[in-house]
């Protein structure tokens, strides 16, 4: 079992930046393959940004690469989402995710955090 808790959402300006983290526990975090989601009102949640177990690989969604930045320190047990250049597009709840293989990361990860809210004003 993995635990998941996602910290560092709030309101900025269009143009701003924020860093999410998300502290797992549980069973052993570096194993795990992580992902960031999110999900707008009235919209699907969608695929964010992911990172290899070992932080060797990263893969991002179109709509944020180049903006945003995901990492991990396998040591503190915990994964980052550096968001610059917000837009208000990306208004939504962000969610951590695990997934014990590479290929269910981006699509259908085994555990999910809560969520934290972004509010980007324009």
């Known amino acids: 079992q993995v635990q998941l808790v996602e910290s560092g959402g709030g309101l900025v300006q269009a143009g701003g930046s924020l860093r999410l983290s998300c502290a797992a526990s549980g069973r052993t975090f570096s194993s795990y393959h992580k992902g960031w989601f999110r999900q707008a009102p009235g919209k699907e949640r969608e695929f964010v940004a992911a990172i290899s177990w070992s932080g060797g690989s990263t893969y991002y969604a179109d709509s944020v690469k180049g903006r945003f930045t995901i990492s991990r320190d396998n040591a503190k047990n915990t994964v980052y989402l550096q968001m610059n250049s917000l837009k208000p597009e990306d208004t939504a709840v962000y969610y951590c995710?695990?997934?014990?293989?590479?290929?269910?990361?981006?699509?259908?990860?085994?555990?999910w955090g809560q969520g934290t809210q972004v509010t980007v004003s324009s």
């Open positions: 995710a695990a997934a014990l293989l590479k290929n269910h990361v981006s699509d259908r990860p085994d555990y």
